[in-house]
Antibody
Framework: QVQLVQSGSEVKKPGASVKVSCKAS????????ITWVRQAPGQGLEWMGW????????NYAQKLQGRVTMTTDRSTSTAYMELRSLRSDDTAVYYC?????????WGQGTLVTVSS | QAVVTQEPSLTVSPGGTVTLTCGSS?????????PYWFQQKPGQAPRTLIY???NKHSWTPARFSGSLLGGKAALTLSGAQPEDEADYYC?????????FGGGTKLTVL
């Protein structure tokens, strides 16, 4: 069965970077892209960007341009999202989604807390 | 950046029908916005219900349907069940970049 399994929670200081992983299984990794979404506490969903697992081309949300980098490792069927220059308002649960047409499968989420 | 607008909250009676909508600040919503609909229950990851306006996943209950209605994207729930109480989000594509709506809290009461 298709699964997206994310890395564990992180606590970071302002100005640091975080890299969240999303390991895919149960399907051909390069067949579908990976979308990254985040959700601040008590808030709605925010689209962060998308990466093609086949070609590696990306599309990032304008507000995160310059701070976010999405990559994939086809050898391990893993997608990564790195966010730099962290601020307190980056505190959120970060999700990856993909695995089918229409982003049918979601990771369990990774809580990233930014605090001094 | 475009703004996607949803009803903040709606209430439906068990067995009733309700339509959630999403509008775009750029004008009428079309199939070219590739509307998605997601359901999220407290403490859970979102679940994708509808993609590309009206396509369902294998797990999407038949009582949910997606469409375009009056220049907006619409999610219609026919025969609401208590387990449908959740937050619902739409997502639109704008030339590759995507934007979520603010979400609708649906109460089944």
């Amino acid at each position: 069965q298709v699964q997206l399994v994310q890395s564990g929670s992180e606590v970071k200081k302002p100005g640091a970077s975080v890299k969240v992983s999303c390991k895919a299984s149960g399907y051909t990794f390069t067949s579908y892209g990976i979308t990254w979404v985040r959700q601040a506490p008590g808030q709605g969903l925010e689209w962060m960007g998308w990466i093609s697992a086949y070609k590696g081309n990306t599309n990032y949300a304008q507000k995160l341009q310059g701070r976010v980098t999405m990559t994939t490792d086809r050898s391990t069927s893993t997608a990564y999202m790195e966010l730099r220059s962290l601020r307190s308002d980056d505190t959120a649960v970060y999700y990856c989604a993909g695995g089918s047409r229409g982003d049918g499968y979601w990771g369990q989420g990774t809580l990233v807390t930014v605090s001094s | 950046q475009a703004v996607v607008t949803q009803e903040p909250s709606l209430t439906v009676s068990p067995g009733g029908t309700v339509t959630l909508t999403c509008g775009s600040s750029t004008g009428a919503v079309t199939s070219g916005h590739y509307p998605y609909w997601f359901q999220q229950k407290p403490g859970q990851a979102p679940r994708t219900l509808i993609y590309d306006t009206s396509n369902k996943h294998s797990w999407t209950p038949a009582r949910f349907s997606g469409s375009l209605l009056g220049g907006k994207a619409a999610l219609t729930l026919s025969g609401a069940q208590p387990e449908d109480e959740a937050d619902y989000y739409c997502l639109f594509s704008y030339s590759g970049a995507r934007v979520f709506g603010g979400g609708t809290k649906l109460t089944v009461l």
